[in-house]
C-alpha cells in the first residue's frame, strides 16, 4: 500500500474539547496515522529528515494543543463557579422577566448553572438573566 509523503503544512486550529465532530482527528488517531506513515513508507523513497522533523513537531503541536485546552476547560469551569455562588444572596431575573427573587443556591450541571430563588423557584443562568443587589 503506497503512502504519498506531505508536500504542503497546514496551522493547526484550536479545537474544543467538548467538539464531538468526526471529521476532527484526536491524539491518538494522529499517532496512530504518523507511526502508520512511518512504517508503510516506501522504501525506495523514504521520508527524508526534514518531513520527519515536521511530522514530529506538529505531533508535538497537536499534544501541547490538547493539554492547553485541558487546563482552559479547568479554568472556564472554576471561573464559571466563581461568578454563581457570587450570585447567592443576590437578586436575579430570567431572561424573558417571568421569574425573579433573591438566590438561595445554585447547583453545577455539566451543561450549565442552575440558581433556586426563596420561593423554590429555578433560574438557569445565560445570556439575558439579570443579577442585580
Given at each position: 500500500m503506497p503512502v504519498s509523503?506531505?508536500?504542503?503544512t497546514q496551522q493547526p486550529t484550536a479545537v474544543s474539547s467538548t467538539d464531538t465532530s468526526s471529521k476532527t482527528l484526536d491524539y491518538?488517531?494522529?499517532?496512530?496515522?504518523?507511526?502508520s506513515q512511518m512504517k508503510y513508507q516506501d522504501p525506495t523513497e523514504p521520508t527524508n529528515n526534514a518531513e520527519y522533523m515536521g511530522q514530529l513537531a506538529s505531533f508535538s503541536s497537536v499534544e501541547q494543543e490538547i493539554q492547553s485546552n485541558?487546563?482552559?476547560d479547568k479554568i472556564?469551569?472554576?471561573?464559571?463557579?466563581?461568578?454563581?455562588?457570587?450570585?447567592i444572596g443576590k437578586t436575579i431575573t430570567s431572561a424573558d422577566g417571568s421569574v425573579s427573587g433573591v438566590v438561595t443556591s445554585v447547583k453545577f450541571f455539566s451543561d450549565g448553572v442552575t440558581a433556586t430563588l426563596q420561593d423554590g423557584s429555578k433560574v438557569t443562568f445565560?445570556?439575558?438573566v439579570t443579577v442585580s443587589q
Open positions: 509523503g506531505v508536500n504542503a491518538d488517531a494522529f499517532l496512530q496515522l504518523l507511526v485541558a487546563k482552559l472556564l469551569n472554576s471561573l464559571a463557579m466563581s461568578q454563581a455562588t457570587g450570585a445565560g445570556p439575558g
